[in-house]
Every structure is written in C-alpha cells, then in structure tokens.
C-alpha cells in the first residue's frame, strides 16, 4: 500500500505568500516557535537588485492558516559586496538563544564558477523585529 501524502500524515498547513517579502518564488523554509509564537524563515529572490539575489525573509505566522502575521522582514545579514545568496535557512535554539544557519554562495556564474558555505548567527527579537548579532 502506498504511503499516506505528507499532508494527511501531519498536521500542516499551506503558508500564504500573502505578506511575504516580494519574490516570484519561495523556497527551503525553517520554523521555530520561539516567545510562543512560530517564526518562519524562508529563502526569496530580492526584488531590490538588478541580479535578484537571494536573501531571507523571517516572520512569524498563524499555524492553522499560514499567513504571515505582521509583516515579513529581510534578516539583515553582513552582505559585503551585494553578490551575495543567501540560502537553505534553518532556525534552532542553543544555550537558551535563537540562531539560524543558512547557505552563502559567493560568485555564482551560472553554469560556471561559485562557493558555497555554512553559516551560522546568534539572532535577537526585540519588539518583534530580528536582528543579527554575531555571525560564523
């Protein structure tokens, strides 16, 4: 017998792109509850550059319907020379504290030449705005 779809497994729901930061497309989320609520992290492409960069988007939602509630921000993370992808978000908490870790490609040249590494940063919610206060 086949397995069950993932949506009749779980309880889950779709999420909205309905106060999600502008992008045609949204992609490799990561949740954590934290402060009781649940704060989604998503990868969408920026709409503010010429070449569309990656970046992420964090805000918190409604886990029975999925909207963004509030608003979404763009994480401010160090972006050097604004060529910058910023991928692959995953939220946790460690000592107590919120971080996430994510993917930096540098120097994409499709088809030819880009690196990628793990990142990771200690985050800060305050008035219910994250910030970034040391990243690895």
């Known amino acids: 017998m086949p397995k069950k779809s993932v949506f009749a497994q779980l309880p889950v729901c779709a999420v909205s792109p309905h106060g999600l930061l502008p992008s045609p497309r949204y992609q490799n989320p990561g949740l954590l509850r934290w402060q009781g609520k649940l704060w989604l992290a998503y990868r969408f492409h920026r709409m503010d550059t010429p070449t569309k960069r990656s970046g992420i988007g964090l805000c918190e939602i409604d886990p029975q319907t999925g909207i963004a509630l509030g608003g979404s921000q763009m994480l401010p993370l160090a972006n050097a020379t604004d060529t ?11 000592n107590g504290e919120p971080y996430i870790s994510y993917t930096e490609m540098v120097g994409y040249r499709p088809g030819i030449d880009y690196t990628c590494i793990t990142k990771y940063a200690r985050l800060k919610l305050s008035r219910g705005k994250w910030s970034v206060l040391q990243e690895w």
């Open 84 to 94: 910058e992808h910023h991928e692959d978000c995953r939220l946790f908490v460690f």
